[in-house]
């Protein structure tokens, strides 16, 4: 049943964690690029589905599954205090 319980962890850590890290690492891609906005949002949408691809990858290469959810959670939630640092909380 523990194991189970870890599995899903790492599941939906992966899929919704995995999600906001690939969604804020593109939004910073995006904050520190200078092109033009065809150019912006291509960057963007390319970007961001090759990094969540990564980061499911990355996610079940961990060997252990609270490992995989802390690292994810840690980088969502250092990514988006900046973000939200920078921005004050406006993400378009």
């Given at each position: 049943?523990?194991?189970?319980?870890?599995?899903?962890?790492?599941?939906?850590?992966?899929?919704?964690?995995g999600?906001?890290?690939?969604?804020?690492?593109?939004?910073?891609?995006?904050?520190?690029?200078?092109?033009?906005?065809?150019?912006?949002?291509?960057?963007?949408?390319?970007?961001?589905?090759?990094?969540?691809?990564?980061?499911?990858?990355a996610?079940?290469?961990?060997?252990?599954?609270?490992?995989?959810a802390?690292?994810?959670?840690?980088?969502?939630?250092?990514?988006?205090?900046?973000?939200?640092?920078?921005?004050?909380?406006?993400?378009?």
């Amino acid at each position: 049943m523990k194991e189970q319980l870890l599995l899903t962890t790492r599941v939906v850590s992966a899929a919704v964690g995995g999600y906001a890290l690939a969604a804020i690492i593109s939004l910073w891609l995006a904050y520190f690029a200078n092109l033009e906005p065809r150019d912006h949002r291509f960057l963007v949408n390319i970007s961001f589905f090759l990094i969540y691809l990564l980061l499911i990858l990355a996610a079940f290469g961990f060997r252990s599954h609270l490992k995989t959810a802390f690292a994810i959670a840690a980088g969502n939630a250092v990514l988006w205090a900046g973000w939200f640092a920078i921005q004050g909380g406006v993400t378009a």
